[in-house]
């Protein structure tokens, strides 16, 4: 377990303001304490700093997990935002998208959002605005990426894509293994 | 008005609707007004036997012409008609075979008729006794049979003869009576004929032909006869149930049996062996009963012989049969909520709201919900994937509630996967302090990262140790949870396989590596610590060896005290089992069973720690004085089972020197020999180490270690000067003298040093 590098540093907050802005600086500094990301085996893990003290005790090759992960860093150093961490991005969310009961399977299973499925969307989102996706019972479901604006939404046909799927929930079902 | 009389309506005649019907007037009047002139009259070959066995009867029965100016018939008549009694006897008899020639008609299967042929003279034969009083219905039963036997050929006349003999019947009883003594006759033969059926197969007529028949004979007795002592004994006779002659067992090892009678004879025989002194057959141990029963059970519900014996052993044999009924149906899907996300209140709403039937698990839980049925899959709602609730069994919320980790606290959780007791600690500390979530097997960690993300939890450390490392690894915690892996004998619902595939091998393996880790678990408590100290330890397996015997060997081992689990329901554990003798703190450790709690086997003990000092010296010494008392090296380990002892490890080393004193010959007094700490014999157990008792003493924080510190300083400088023979006394078996005499013989050998030096 290390500490993250700038550039490591630099990519991950990058990709996390992209969804929850400026409130990552919420994220470290908690007032139960100091949060801290840590890299392990490539994956990025948010703890706080008691459970760090302790996680040191563990050989590399023998310790798994601590705390939460948020993601990982693949091959060519691009950070990749997991669904691990919806529960962190999904307070902070500046931008949501609401989906409808008869669309939620459907992205659950991993598909994009189409129009048809919108059941609500914030106010000026942008084009490949980072989005979190709630369901009608403001339950989080995953996160994506806005294909079109606010604007373009309310005028496009029923079967165009307005929201691209990055992660789901059903991934704790289907690919319980990436998890680890 | 009354019927008119119409002398060309012809009477119908056979089985059907119309036959049924009341009469014409004609025929009501000729019953009563009979023609001398008919002569002879037309007998069909039932009446024909009828008159036959009446005539007999009249040879019999003396009693008959006084009945008869009382019923009132005429003279004329006395010869066919008899007293009601009587007739309904040779009537049931006579019904008997109709209905039964019925039955046999419907089924037209030559073998049961044969059955019931046989089953006829069967119940024929015991059933003589009882008739006595009633004479003659022998006879009517040997017709009877003449019957069956003629009757083979005529079985499309069987009805018509039904029918004759209703309208012969008439004048005894009315129609509806008669028909109703028929309705239940035919459905009790009904009743035993569908079992007659299902016995084709079988091979053991005889023995299910007695069975039945006693049954038959039962309820024959029950509904004709007065009571009679000796009519009861004869129920007894043939009511019970009797085990097989060796030729029949070897029958039925040849040949497949019918599950459903091996499930009637066991049924049977747990009856026999719960009210033994009443229902055993004379000469029959009960070892026999006990043994076929085992064997029946093993093919019943498919067990290996080892977990039957196992099985016997733990539960009475009422218990027993509920116990493996329970483990052959699934236990109820249960549910918990995790508190960190949502309630249960709204949980349950929205799982109602997608069509999921579910009920609060039950007063002992506020978090546990048992689904009835789901028109969804619970383990794929969006609710379940957004971590609202996990699917668990009520027996695994049981350790994390005994455990009640507080928040703040540092918790070791040895045996993790697939992480729902993770979780659940987790939910109860609300996220606060550390979890350390351990398993030995890296492919069921992806689960318990899986969950643990899932229900948001973020406060848990994963690694992948061998729980057998731990203290080294880390150690100092506030509670440890180990969730023993077993050998599964109490989720035989969840996995079949494990019916046949275990043995004692097993057990003892997994017995093993629970000791072992069980010791790890408490070194890795700190005794100290300012909420906790507890360790939980619990197994999915109801056997004694994995659950109390593990506790009780913690209990010698180390410094821990069995507390209350904080669990108001379950059995309590066994203090006493078989050879093995507990300390009597186990009634707190908690059993719980699947037929009597509906939930998964399980047992659960907490321990506390009271002190952090690691007991290993008196091991250590123990196991230099087994090295050197070769001779008393063997009776030490049961002798520690069975002897009564503290259970501060210190009382190890008083029993390993206990078996010292047997081969003397003095009575072994416990109690004496462990309160007296007398000089010479601590001077001996110090002189064995060669070391000084001085580091034991400080070793031991108790009382009794002072007193014994004391003893042995005094008696150094003797140990000095007997060394040399005690290194002699090593190589060979000890022959330990009577205390008195050794005291006398130092003492003479210190005067005479005293006397040598002046």
């Known amino acids: ?180 | 008005m009354g019927r008119k009389l119409d002398p060309t309506n012809k009477v119908k005649r056979g089985p059907g609707k119309k036959a049924r019907k009341q009469k014409g007037a004609e025929v009501e009047l000729a019953k009563f007004i009979t023609d001398e002139d008919t002569g002879p009259k037309r007998l069909s070959s039932r009446a024909r036997k009828r008159a036959a066995k009446r005539a007999d009867n009249s040879k019999n029965l003396k009693e008959v012409p006084k009945k008869e100016p009382k019923k009132g018939f005429t003279d004329e008549n006395s010869k066919w008609l008899k007293p009601t009694k009587r007739k309904r006897k040779a009537d049931e008899a006579g019904s008997e075979d109709d209905s039964e020639e019925l039955w046999e008609e419907s089924d037209g299967d030559e073998d049961e008729e044969e059955e019931v042929q046989l089953q006829q003279k069967g119940s024929k034969g015991p059933a003589k006794p009882e008739i006595k009083e009633v004479e003659g219905d022998e006879d009517d039963k040997d017709d009877s049979d003449e019957d069956m036997v003629d009757d083979y050929g005529a079985l499309d006349d069987g009805s018509e003869d039904e029918a004759q003999e209703e309208d012969s019947d008439a004048e005894d009883l009315l129609p509806i009576e008669r028909a109703a003594k028929k309705e239940k006759k035919l459905k009790k033969l009904m009743d035993l004929g569908s079992e007659d059926d299902d016995d084709e197969d079988e091979e053991e007529e005889e023995e299910e032909e007695e069975e039945d028949d006693g049954d038959e004979k039962d309820e024959q007795q029950e509904e004709d006869m007065d009571e009679d002592g000796t009519l009861e004994t004869n129920t007894d006779e043939v009511d019970r149930f009797r085990l097989p002659d060796p030729e029949d067992s070897e029958k039925e090892g040849m040949l497949s049996l019918d599950l459903k009678s091996i499930h009637q004879r066991i049924k049977d025989n747990v009856d026999v062996l719960c009210n033994f002194s009443a229902k055993r057959e004379e000469g029959k141990a009960r070892g026999d009963y006990v043994s076929l029963l085992k064997k029946d059970l093993c093919t019943y519900y498919s067990y290996n012989s080892f977990l039957i014996d196992k099985l016997m052993e733990l539960f009475p044999l009422s218990e027993l049969v509920d116990f493996l009924e329970a483990n052959e149906i699934q236990r109820p899907v249960t549910i918990r909520t995790n508190t960190l996300k949502t309630r249960r209140r709204d949980l349950a709403q929205a799982l109602i709201n997608r069509g999921v039937n579910l009920d609060p698990i039950g007063k002992w839980s506020k978090v546990g919900l048992v689904i009835y049925d789901s028109s969804v899959p619970v383990g794929a709602t969006p609710e379940y994937l957004a971590g609202h609730y996990m699917l668990q069994g009520a027996s695994s919320f049981l350790p994390v509630m005994a455990l009640s980790p507080q928040e703040g606290e540092m918790v070791l959780d040895m045996s993790s996967a697939p992480g729902g007791k993770t979780t659940y600690i987790a939910q109860l500390m609300r996220n606060t302090g550390v979890i350390v979530a351990n398993d030995a097997n890296s492919e069921r960690l992806k689960s318990v990262v899986g969950n643990i993300h899932r229900l948001g939890v973020t406060n848990t450390v994963v690694c992948n140790y061998d729980g057998r490392q731990f203290p080294k690894v880390m150690g100092g915690f506030d509670r440890v949870l180990l969730d023993a892996p077993c050998s599964g004998t109490g989720v035989i619902a969840k996995d079949p396989a494990v019916k046949t595939s275990k043995d004692e091998a097993d057990i003892l393996r997994s017995a093993h590596l629970q000791k072992e880790l069980i010791l790890s678990a408490i070194d890795s408590v700190n005794a100290e610590s300012p909420s906790g100290g507890y360790v939980v330890y619990c197994t999915c397996s109801i056997t004694v060896e994995e659950n109390e015997w593990v506790v009780d060997y913690a209990l010698k081992k180390r410094n821990v005290k069995l507390v209350p689990t904080g669990l108001d329901f379950g059995k309590e554990g066994f203090t006493n089992f078989k050879q093995f003798r507990f300390h009597p703190s186990l009634k707190l450790t908690r059993r719980f069973y699947p037929h009597s709690h509906n939930m998964d086997g399980f047992f659960v003990a907490k321990l506390k720690k009271f002190s952090n000092v690691v007991p290993t010296v008196p091991a250590e010494k123990e196991e230099e004085k087994t090295d050197t008392t070769e001779a008393t090296a063997s009776p030490s380990a049961p002798k520690d089972l069975l002897s009564n002892y503290d259970k501060k490890s210190k009382m190890e080393k008083r029993d390993g020197s206990k078996p010292k004193t047997k081969p003397n010959g003095t009575t072994f007094k416990p109690t004496e020999e462990n309160k007296s700490k007398s000089g010479p014999k601590k001077a001996k157990i110090a002189k064995m180490d060669g070391k000084g008792v001085k580091a034991a003493g400080v070793k031991k924080p108790t009382v009794k270690a002072d007193v014994k510190n004391e003893a042995p300083k005094s008696d150094q400088n003797e140990g000095s000067r007997f060394e040399k023979k005690q290194a002699k006394k090593r190589k060979k078996p000890t022959i330990v003298k009577k205390r008195l005499g050794k005291n006398k013989f130092q003492k003479l050998k210190t005067m005479l040093k005293k006397h040598e030096r002046e």
């Open chain 1, 1 to 180: 377990m290390r500490p993250l590098t700038e550039e490591e540093t630099k990519a991950m907050f990058e990709k996390l303001s992209k969804y929850i802005g400026e409130n990552i600086k919420l994220l470290v500094d908690r007032p139960d304490g100091t949060y801290c990301f840590r890299l392990h085996h490539d994956r990025v893990y948010y703890m706080s700093e008691k459970i760090l003290k302790l996680a040191t005790n563990f050989s590399r090759d023998k310790l798994i997990s601590v705390g939460t992960c948020f993601g990982k860093f693949t091959k060519t150093k691009k950070f990749r935002l997991h669904i691990t961490a919806l529960d962190f991005l999904a307070p902070y969310a500046k931008f949501k998208v609401w989906v409808k009961p008869g669309a939620e399977q459907s992205f659950l299973y991993g598909n994009h959002v189409l129009k048809s499925g919108l059941g609500r969307i914030t106010e000026n989102t942008m084009q490949y605005q980072g989005v979190v996706v709630y369901s009608m019972a403001d339950v989080p479901l995953g996160f994506g990426v806005a294909a079109k604006t606010t604007q373009e939404c309310r005028r496009v046909d029923p079967l165009t894509i307005v929201v691209f799927h990055q992660a789901d929930v059903g991934e704790f079902i289907r690919n319980e293994d990436t998890l680890t």
